[in-house]
């Protein structure tokens, strides 16, 4: 089999990533050509994002994959976090510069909007997740703001459909993209018209949904003359990069679940139906859109976020890595102080340090009282929530879990790894680490027809990365730390 080349872009929410798949032999490779920082902008007390400076980064590593290989890629696509998005005139140009999704503009939005409809029937409706970042109470907000931007926009698109836009000039949504807004309704396959009706907004600046692997068109002339990539064809890949990257885990049959771990924590599992039920309610458990006509039935936590906004505090005074914090957290006192990483206070605070501190002090706990302690606390803490995550799980879904896949980022904390397989008390493999931008990579090539099915693609990547195995471990020591983790949540 001859290689064929694949061009992935890979955008979270702290950097974005051009990434150079190939596909040979049953095997795929990867390689990363540019790098570069993402964040949002604080503009008069409003968090943005810099949409332009991003397609600027992306057309660079579409100019370094030109220098780089001697054939054009056979397809790119673009992969994003979740949710935001941005709004368009009718002439086609942007309404601004698109929110973030931790801008406060939505503190409180989510009871307001259930004076319109309540809980259990948006939840019904759509079998989403409630947090207050999701795109219905992100659009609710700017109704309670009388956004002039109501007045005079034509297209909403959702992050990735914005790149796809200045790709190509066509307007479309994708599957797995659509799902993460909780204005899609998976029993109608449609936007919900009861929800856009109690926004007061129409349901027509919503776009086409398409399944992943559908072609987007061609690259424009003059991006192609401009980066000299040609115009190959854009594709629509999973395009929410939890959709990518639980379409490379590398497994098969029922009885798993995963993790996509990095700023977030995306725990779950693949289902063919949605579960929406009173207890998935309950529990607050999600239903998105996944590659193969799937969903992905999880709950979103926080991930390594935590850790993240420690270390900027931290290395103010001492550059500390990654590997340097996980390191000192490995010889620290084991469960010290116990915290829930989806604490509120957690979620954007000026100082996490200070944050956790005074977590611990209204929990009645022992406060870490340096980096080392601290980082224990947060990987002790996501792997405890990851179990009561599971616990919640195996209540709403019918077979049985007997391996963890850890996917993403996360993956190189191998600490957290293990910690995950102690809390759950199930063995864990991890990897592959850019799962995200493999997924991308390989939904691609499904579209394009080199590749014949998801089972397929799965089959391809197991076969090409070296997978870590961890084994649960003080078992005993964990269940008793567990206990402890539900007496503070309670």
């Given at each position: 089999?001859?290689?064929?080349?694949?061009?992935?872009?890979?955008?979270?929410a702290?950097?974005?990533?051009?990434?150079?798949g190939?596909?040979?032999?049953?095997?795929?490779?990867?390689?990363?050509?540019?790098?570069?920082?993402?964040?949002?902008?604080?503009?008069?007390?409003?968090?943005?994002?810099?949409?332009?400076?991003?397609?600027?980064?992306?057309?660079?590593?579409?100019?370094?994959?030109?220098?780089e290989?001697?054939?054009?890629?056979?397809?790119?696509?673009?992969?994003?976090?979740?949710?935001?998005y941005?709004?368009?005139?009718?002439?086609?140009?942007?309404?601004?510069?698109?929110?973030?999704?931790?801008?406060?503009?939505?503190?409180?939005?989510?009871?307001?909007?259930?004076?319109?409809?309540?809980?259990?029937?948006?939840?019904?409706?759509?079998?989403?997740?409630?947090?207050?970042?999701?795109?219905?109470?992100q659009?609710?907000?700017?109704?309670?703001?009388?956004?002039?931007?109501?007045?005079?926009?034509?297209?909403?698109?959702?992050?990735?459909?914005?790149?796809?836009f200045?790709?190509?000039?066509?307007?479309?949504?994708?599957?797995?993209?659509?799902?993460?807004?909780?204005?899609?309704?998976?029993?109608?396959?449609?936007?919900?018209?009861e929800?856009f009706?109690?926004?007061?907004?129409?349901?027509?600046?919503?776009?086409?949904?398409?399944?992943?692997?559908?072609?987007?068109?061609?690259?424009s002339?003059?991006?192609?003359?401009?980066t000299?990539?040609?115009?190959?064809?854009?594709?629509?890949?999973?395009?929410?990069?939890?959709?990518?990257?639980?379409?490379?885990?590398?497994?098969?049959g029922?009885?798993?679940?995963?993790?996509?771990?990095?700023?977030?924590?995306?725990?779950?599992?693949?289902?063919k139906?949605?579960?929406?039920?009173?207890?998935?309610?309950?529990f607050?458990?999600?239903?998105?859109?996944?590659v193969?006509?799937?969903?992905r039935?999880?709950?979103?936590?926080m991930?390594?976020?935590?850790?993240?906004?420690?270390?900027?505090?931290?290395?103010?005074?001492?550059k500390?890595?990654f590997?340097?914090?996980?390191?000192?957290?490995?010889?620290?006192?084991?469960?010290?102080?116990?915290?829930?990483?989806?604490?509120?206070?957690?979620?954007?605070?000026?100082?996490?340090?200070?944050?956790?501190?005074?977590?611990?002090?209204?929990?009645?706990?022992?406060i870490?009282?340096?980096?080392?302690?601290?980082?224990?606390?947060?990987?002790?803490?996501l792997?405890?929530?990851?179990?009561?995550?599971?616990?919640?799980?195996?209540?709403?879904?019918?077979?049985?879990?007997?391996?963890?896949?850890?996917?993403g980022?996360?993956?190189?904390?191998?600490?957290?790894?293990?910690?995950t397989?102690?809390?759950t008390?199930?063995p864990?493999?991890?990897?592959p680490?850019?799962?995200t931008?493999i997924?991308?990579?390989m939904?691609q090539?499904?579209?394009?027809?080199?590749v014949?099915?998801?089972?397929?693609?799965?089959?391809?990547?197991?076969?090409?990365?070296?997978?870590?195995?961890y084994?649960?471990?003080?078992?005993?020591?964990?269940d008793?730390?567990?206990?402890r983790?539900l007496n503070?949540?309670?």
């Open positions: 089999m001859k290689p064929y080349h694949f061009l992935g872009f890979d955008l979270g702290s950097s974005g990533k051009t990434v150079l190939t596909l040979q032999d049953d095997k795929i490779s990867t390689k990363e050509l540019h790098r570069f920082p993402n964040g949002v902008v604080n503009i008069l007390g409003k968090l943005r994002w810099n949409i332009i400076e991003l397609y600027e980064n992306i057309k660079q590593g579409m100019k370094v994959c030109a220098s290989i001697t054939t054009k890629p056979a397809s790119i696509a673009i992969d994003t976090w979740g949710v935001d941005g709004l368009f005139a009718a002439d086609g140009n942007i309404l601004g510069l698109p929110y973030g999704y931790r801008d406060a503009r939505t503190d409180g939005m989510m009871d307001e909007f259930f004076k319109i409809i309540p809980r259990d029937r948006v939840y019904e409706l759509t079998g989403i997740q409630f947090m207050q970042l999701n795109t219905i109470f659009l609710y907000s700017m109704v309670r703001a009388k956004s002039p931007l109501l007045r005079i926009v034509s297209d909403l698109l959702f992050m990735p459909d914005i790149i796809n200045f790709f190509t000039g066509n307007k479309k949504t994708e599957f797995t993209f659509a799902t993460t807004s909780q204005l899609y309704n998976p029993c109608k396959k449609d936007w919900d018209d929800l009706a109690a926004l007061g907004i129409s349901k027509d600046i919503m776009q086409e949904i398409v399944s992943p692997g559908t072609l987007h068109g061609n690259l002339e003059n991006i192609a003359s401009e000299g990539l040609e115009q190959v064809p854009v594709v629509a890949t999973a395009s929410h990069d939890t959709g990518a990257a639980v379409a490379a885990v590398p497994t098969a029922k009885d798993w679940a995963y993790i996509s771990s990095g700023t977030w924590s995306l725990v779950g599992v693949e289902a139906e949605p579960i929406i039920t009173d207890q998935s309610l309950e607050n458990f999600t239903n998105e859109g996944g193969g006509e799937t969903f039935v999880l709950k979103n936590c991930g390594l976020w935590p850790m993240q906004q420690c270390r900027k505090v931290w290395s103010i005074n001492k500390l890595s590997d340097e914090l996980t390191k000192m957290a490995s010889s620290a006192r084991p469960f010290g102080a116990i915290i829930d990483p989806d604490h509120p206070g957690f979620l954007n605070p000026p100082d996490m340090p200070e944050a956790i501190r005074q977590y611990c002090k209204k929990t009645g706990q022992t870490p009282d340096n980096a080392a302690d601290m980082t224990r606390s947060i990987l002790e803490g792997a405890l929530k990851y179990r009561f995550i599971f616990d919640q799980l195996k209540q709403v879904y019918p077979h049985p879990i007997s391996r963890i896949h850890i996917i980022g996360g993956t190189q904390n191998r600490l957290l790894c293990q910690f397989a102690n809390a008390g199930i864990v493999i991890a990897g680490v850019e799962a931008a997924g991308n990579i939904v090539a499904m579209g394009l027809g080199l014949e099915s998801h089972a397929e693609i799965r089959n391809i990547i197991a076969n090409s990365f070296e997978l870590d195995n084994q649960p471990q003080a078992i005993e020591k964990w008793a730390a567990y206990e983790f503070i949540l309670q």
